[in-house]
């Protein structure tokens, strides 16, 4: 079945970098369009970033500039470089086959002093 496993959520202060990955199985992961979303604590979940099959990215526009997404096919996983992160980022971060109802278990990230 799909699986979707989140790592490198955590805590880091205002100005610092993370690096979260998703790694994908049960799914034929090269054609898919991939996306990473954001919930924070009483907000809606929010599209962070998309990636397609092409590598064509687009980004929310509280993101954009200071995060990165990419895909790595020969792994089946897809990143997320978060730079220069703000305490309004602090959010769980899933990892979503966009268009599906395939989600990861969520990565919680911390931004704070």
């Known amino acids: 079945q799909v699986q979707l496993v989140e790592s490198g959520g955590g805590l880091v202060q205002p100005g610092g970098s993370l690096r979260l990955s998703c790694a994908a199985s049960?799914?034929?992961?090269?054609?898919?369009?991939m996306g990473w979303y954001r919930q924070a604590p009483g907000k809606q979940r929010e599209l962070v970033a998309s990636?397609?099959?092409?590598?064509?990215?687009l980004y929310g526009a509280s993101v954009k500039g200071r995060f990165t997404i990419s895909r790595d096919n020969a792994k089946n996983t897809i990143f997320l470089q978060m730079n220069s992160l703000e305490p309004e980022d602090t959010a769980v971060y899933y990892c979503?086959?966009?268009?599906?109802?395939?989600w990861g278990q969520g990565t919680q990230v911390i931004v704070s002093s």
């Open positions: 979503n086959w966009r268009f599906t109802s395939y």
């Open positions: 049960g799914m034929r992961f090269t054609t898919a369009i």
């Open positions: 990636i397609n099959s092409d590598a064509t990215t």
